[in-house]
C-alpha cells in the first residue's frame, strides 16, 4: 500500500516538475522574497525530443571537468540510473506515469550536474541554451 502512494506521489511530482519546466511557466509562479538580490537563474534543462532538439547532454559537452566533478557527477549518473532501472521495472505504473518519472528524473539528473559546475562553466551552459533556443526561434 506504501508502495504504491509513493509510486503515485513521485508520478505527480514528475508531472508537476514537468510542468514548471515549460518556459514561461515557472516565471509566472516563481515568488521571490528578495526583491534586492537577483537570483542566479537555474536554465530549463529539456529531455530528449524528438523534434532535433539538443538534448540536456549536448549542453554540458565540450566542459572541462576536475576530477572532483567528475567523481560528483558519475555518482549523480548512477543514481539516475537507478532511479530509472527501478521505475521502468515497476509494473504498478502505467506506461505515462513511467514516462513523466523517468523525464523528471532526468531533469533531476541534470539539474544536480549543473549545481557541481563552477559559476564559469554555468555560464557556458547557460549561453549554449540561450544560443539553442534563439536558433530555434530563428528556425520558425
Request: net charge neutral; charged share 25%; aromatic share 6%.
Amino acid at each position: 500500500m506504501r508502495t504504491i502512494r509513493f509510486a503515485e506521489s513521485l508520478a505527480i511530482l514528475a508531472g508537476v516538475m514537468l510542468m514548471l519546466s515549460a518556459p514561461g511557466v515557472a516565471r509566472a509562479f516563481s515568488i521571490s522574497g528578495d526583491e534586492g538580490q537577483s537570483p542566479t537563474p537555474t536554465p530549463a534543462l529539456p529531455g530528449p525530443q524528438p523534434n532535433g532538439a539538443a538534448s540536456p547532454a549536448e549542453y554540458f559537452e565540450g566542459l572541462e571537468y576536475t576530477p572532483e566533478q567528475k567523481t560528483q557527477i558519475d555518482k549523480i549518473h548512477q543514481d539516475a540510473e537507478m532511479k530509472r532501472t527501478v521505475v521502468a521495472k515497476d509494473d504498478k505504473l502505467t506506461h505515462d506515469q513511467k514516462d513523466a518519472m523517468l523525464v523528471g528524473y532526468t531533469h533531476l539528473e541534470y539539474g544536480s550536474i549543473f549545481k557541481v559546475l563552477t559559476p564559469d562553466q554555468q555560464r557556458q551552459v547557460r549561453h549554449r541554451i540561450r544560443a539553442r533556443k534563439v536558433a530555434d526561434q530563428a528556425a520558425q
